[in-house]
């Protein structure tokens, strides 16, 4: 620092300290002293420290000048509000929430899609209001319950009931036939505290009640032959006689020994011939499923299927036979099966 730089600062210094004696702590003059004294001191490189403080302090005399001035005017004061920075809070986690819902829909029963639907996007525009952010989190919510019910609709809504979207499209898509089978159907009728779609060519015949249950028949209108294919759904008690084991018996043998002679003898089939029975679930239903075959009263063999499963402490039989040359047309209406369902709120015994 050079004796001129040296000389210029202290009198400056001097300055500042006339100007703090003649006008106090806050006059415009030891504002305008301190700006010239913080200029010099910048030149100083081991004195720029000071010339900030020094400068802030010139600025801050001046911001309570223009104040007070701006008050003695009557103008009315500027209120600054303190920033609040927003921290990730409540909202984030109701949008979470938000997301879970949405993903989980596609993995419960389809039963619960439309409730989880609404509380999944009541909770997603809860966190965008609180939030004023978190639109990724409501587009999540809007992609997992679009694919929830694209998914679910993959089937008709007979078919699959206790599934979840995700199954019912997983379904649909490795059986399209019996699907499209399926489709073909007509509206889902009542049969006793059951539902079942049919195809539409089926027309109910009689009603029927036996010492071990009751049963329902149908029939498709008469082929220039003179056939028809021929359908039933039967309900039976199970057997409660312990002497020959009935009530430990498991589906298969209960298909077997108990349920395929009341068919044969419902539909008077005689040289009678049946498959292995095989399980197979459906809407919540363990069915054992047994192909058979057997001489109507016309001599003529006629083929058929027959769905057994258990309902409580009751047998449920859906069968259904044609002539063996139309055994090929058979398949859409075995296909009804997988409509067959509890009727909703329905907890009393038929038999």
């Known amino acids: 620092m050079d004796d001129q730089l040296a000389e210029k600062l202290q009198q400056a210094e001097q300055a500042v300290k006339e100007a703090e004696s003649a006008g106090g702590q806050n006059s415009l003059e030891l504002a305008d002293k301190l700006t010239r004294y913080a200029a010099l001191l910048r030149q100083v490189s081991s004195r720029k420290l000071e010339a900030v403080n ?45 997301v879970f819902m949405a993903l989980s829909a596609l993995f419960v029963n389809q039963l619960y899609l439309p409730w989880l639907s609404i509380l999944s996007f009541a909770a997603a525009i809860t966190d965008v209001v609180l939030s004023r952010a978190g639109f990724w989190r409501i587009a999540l919510c809007f992609l997992f319950i679009g694919a929830a019910w694209i998914s679910a609709k993959a089937l008709p809504d007979n078919m699959l009931v206790d599934g979840s979207p995700l199954q019912r499209f997983t379904y649909a898509s490795e059986y399209s036939e019996v699907t499209e089978l399926v489709k073909k159907l007509g509206k889902a009728k009542t049969v006793f505290s059951y539902q079942i779609c049919l195809p539409e060519a089926l027309q109910e015949s009689k009603q029927y009640t036996h010492d071990w249950g009751r049963a329902i028949s149908w029939l498709t209108e008469n082929r220039p032959d003179g056939t028809a294919e021929q359908f039933a759904i039967m309900i039976m008690k199970m057997p409660t ?111």
């Open 241 to 351: 006689s312990t002497g020959n084991g009935f009530a430990s018996r498991s589906l298969l043998k209960l298909a077997k020994d108990v349920a395929m002679p009341r068919i044969f003898e419902f539909f008077n089939l005689a040289e009678r011939g049946q498959e292995a029975p095989v399980l197979e679930e459906v809407n919540g239903f363990e069915f054992a499923k047994i192909n058979y075959s057997g001489n109507a009263d016309d001599g003529k063999l006629r083929k058929g299927f027959a769905y057994i499963g258990k309902d409580k402490q009751t047998l449920i039989v859906v069968t259904g036979n044609d002539l063996l040359q139309y055994g090929d047309q058979l398949e859409e209406l075995a296909a009804s099966i997988y409509t067959f369902a509890k009727q909703p709120h329905t907890w009393k015994a038929e038999l």
């Open 54 to 98: 020094v400068e802030a302090r010139a600025r801050a005399i001046r911001a309570k000048l223009y104040a007070a001035q701006e008050q003695a005017a009557g103008l009315p004061q500027p209120i600054i509000q303190p920033k609040v920075q927003a921290t990730p809070g409540f909202s984030l986690y109701i949008g979470f929430l938000a």
